[in-house]
Each structure stands twice: as C-alpha cells, then as structure tokens.
C-alpha cells in the first residue's frame, strides 16, 4: 500500500504546471462553497469512478463495496481504479481531466490549489459538527476532503520479540529506545531490530508525522517561524536525529537499498524484524502477517514514540488520506453520494483499525496499548487564515521534501556512510536552505 508524498521538486513543478493547465471554477471562496451544494442535488444513478491506492483491497473489501453501495442506490455502478504509486501517478493526472470522480487528495496538492481541481464539500465550521481532521484539507474555510479514517503515530512491533529482549514497556526516552534496540540486537541474532523500508520511500515519510509530540500541537507554526529547526533539542531535530542514530548505529538492516514494503509485513509478523515507526494503520496487515504465518494477532501491538511530556507519552492523531470529489466529474449527485456513504456507512475504518473520521466514532482495539500506558493524543493547530500554504510554500522553496521521502533517504544515506557527510553537517545545510526559503517566503 503506497501511501505517502513524490519528490518535492517534481510534486512542485506539476503543481505549477497544472495551475496553467487546469480547469475553471472554485478558488475555495466561502460563496463556492455555498454555490456547489446545488451541483450535488440530483439523482444518483450512473457510473463513477474511485481511485484508490488500496490495490490490496480492490478485488475484495473494495468490491464488496461497489455491491453494497448499488443495493442502496439501485442504477449505481462504482468502479475502482486502484494504483500503486498513487501519489506520482495522480499528481500528474492532475494536468488532464482524467482523474476520476471520487479520489484520495494527494497530499502534494498545496492548499490553495485546492480548489483548482477538487468540489468543495462544505464549510469547516458545519462539517466539523460531524467529522474529525475537517482543517486537514480545507482552504479559506471550505473543506475539499474528508478522512478516510484518523490514525495516531508511533511505532509497530513485535512485542514477542521485544519481550525476548526483556522488554515488556514502551521506552521512555529516545536513549532507552536506542538502548533497547541494541538489546535486541545481542539477545536475538538473526532479527533486524528496526526496518526502515528505504526502497519504498514512502514509510520514510511516517517519522514527520509524528511532529507536534514534542513541541506541541502549534509545532508548524514554531518552525515556519524559526531559522533553524535542525538546532540541537528542537523538534524536527529530535525526529530526524533519532532515525539517524538508529541507522548510524547499525540498528537497521544492512542494506536498505534491497528493502520492501510488502515483504516488510511478514517480517515483522514473524518476528523477523522487531519495529517499524508507522501510524496506526500498519497494525491490521501486521497482524493478518503474523495470523497466516501461524503466530498470533497478539504478537502485534503499537507504542507512542519515545519522548514524553510532563511525564506522558503523546501522540499525533490525524486523518489519513482525505477522499474528495473531481473538479472534472460529471456525474456529482452519485459522486456525492457515494463520498457520504464512504463515511457513514462503508464501516473502512473500523476494518483498519483506524480512528473514524466521525466524530462520535470508536476507538479502534489496536490503541489498547496507547490507553494501558496513558499516552495522550493531540491534533495539530490549523494554520492561522492566510497562511494554509506556508509550510509547504517555504520546504518547497527549501527544496526540502519535508513531508516526502528524499531528504530522509539522504540522512540515511549518510548515516550509513553511503553518503558524505554526518549528523551535524546534514542539519546545517538543513537550516542554512531552510533560512534562506524564509527569507524569500515568510519574511
């Protein structure tokens, strides 16, 4: 399942490019908003189609729910475009007007570009009576994507393994994690204690999610406002700096460059492999890994991240993919439809044991482990009106794919010596691209 963001300067230059090439209508005003609850009225009938980047699902869960969706709304086809390198393929489609009726938002599409190429669904302020995560993909008060389902950061693992390590708790520090990891290491030959899954990229990609534990819910907003977010005891290079040790300490497997995503699951499901940082929503495909491999769903739990604030562990919750309606489609009353039902009814993020995007929603059994050890969740602060693009505006600028996977790969890269360079020098060109992007962006 390929889930995560393409190269910030290609992301970048198709965006720029389908900003000329794109089609009329909503600039996410809040009238465009109010305008388009008329374009959704009408009967549903007919075909749409639903891209997706589930291509594990699309002959089964997804299937099920093309039936599902046509019992209620008999005349309704739904068809499913499933693709695997979701995040390049569908920024690109974004120039033409191929892509779809129903889609998941790349998450490279800036926020006032949402418009551009996405229906507005509603205002903020009414969608976030219902739903979670509404400011996620939302520009000038206008929401053009719902969660799929929320999910909460942390790490997977194989609590088998780490129990033969003698470890049975979370880690408290980042020492303590390093220090566990290398106890897994001399108590266990033959296991990787952390698998980074370079190949793929994307997974990469899951460590920046967990910004905000440290620094706190408005930690977006510090570091578009700071010069150097590398700087020693700062956050973003808290984050960065642990991964680099785990890798630089030889914690991870020995060439990264053979890694991948799907084997991934089963190694870890068997105890070949002790920990991954990833969100919530690893833990069902674990889990099915470990069940067909003959071990236990049991085997497989997942713990907030190694750091602690006044004394408790935090974690980011957030929603994952955002699932939006074409600027392009031509069939709205049926896409509309279907989006609600999605939602509502389908029951998808119960199934992957993530958070419901509802706000009267459960709270899915794979965060057992986060209420046995008290960890406290939190959402991030939206960004203040005005400046929904600012982060991205600047990382861009930066030329730091901060929400991607390269400057990650070139940090590890260096840390495993396949790169010139150390930990120091790597965060200060950091904060040296990061400056100069401020200056032309922020200041």
Not at 43 to 64: A, E, M
Request: net charge negative; hydrophobic share 35%.
């Amino acid at each position: 399942m390929t889930r995560r963001l393409i190269a910030t300067a290609a992301g970048a230059a198709v965006i720029a490019l389908s900003l000329s090439a794109c089609v009329g209508g909503s600039n996410g005003s809040g009238d465009s908003a109010t305008a388009n609850a008329d374009a959704f009225k009408g009967d549903v009938k007919g075909t749409i189609t639903v891209l997706t980047n589930r291509t594990d699902l699309v002959d089964t869960t997804l299937k099920d729910y093309s039936a599902a969706f046509a019992k209620k709304y008999p005349g309704t086809t739904v068809k499913w475009e499933a693709i695997t390198n979701y995040e390049d393929d569908v920024t690109i489609r974004l120039n033409s007007k191929d892509y779809g009726d129903v889609l998941l938002i790349p998450n490279k599409v800036a926020k006032d570009q949402l418009g551009q190429f996405f229906e507005p669904l509603g205002t903020v302020d009414d969608l976030g009576k219902t739903y979670r995560f509404v400011n996620e993909q939302a520009y000038g008060g206008n929401v053009y994507g719902l969660a799929t389902f929320g999910t909460a950061q942390g790490y997977v693992v194989n609590k088998k393994v780490w129990a033969k390590a003698g470890i049975t708790t979370p880690p408290k520090t980042t020492e303590e994690f390093l220090q566990d990891l290398q106890a897994i290491k001399d108590q266990e030959p033959g296991v990787t204690p952390y698998y980074t899954n370079y190949a793929d990229g994307w997974p990469l990609t899951q460590w920046q999610s967990n910004q905000g534990e440290i620094a706190g819910p408005d930690t977006v907003q510090q570091r578009d406002a700071d010069d150097a977010p590398w700087a020693a005891g700062k956050e973003q290079s808290t984050m960065d700096g642990l991964l680099f040790d785990v890798v630089h300490q030889k914690l991870s497997e020995a060439d990264p460059t053979t890694t991948n995503w799907e084997e991934s699951k089963n190694l870890l499901g068997t105890g070949k492999v002790a920990t991954m940082v990833l969100g919530s929503w690893a833990v069902p495909q674990m889990q099915d890994a470990a069940v067909k491999a003959g071990g236990s769903k049991d085997d497989i739990t997942f713990w907030p991240m190694p750091w602690q604030k006044d004394g408790a562990f935090q974690s980011t919750v957030g929603g994952d993919y955002k699932i939006g309606i074409s600027k392009t489609s031509k069939n709205l009353p049926t896409a509309k439809a279907f989006l609600d039902w999605f939602e509502d009814e389908s029951g998808f993020s119960a199934a992957q044991g993530g958070l419901s995007p509802r706000i009267d929603g459960a709270t899915p059994d794979v965060l057992a482990d986060f209420t046995k050890y008290g960890v406290k969740t939190l959402e991030l602060q939206p960004a203040p009106a005005g400046k929904e693009s600012l982060d991205s505006d600047i990382y861009n600028a930066a030329e730091i794919d901060l929400t991607g996977p390269n400057y990650k790969k070139k940090l590890v890269d260096i840390a495993r010596g396949a790169a010139k360079g150390d930990k120091d020098s790597y965060f200060a060109d950091l904060n040296k691209k990061w400056a100069e992007a401020r200056t032309q962006v922020a200041k």
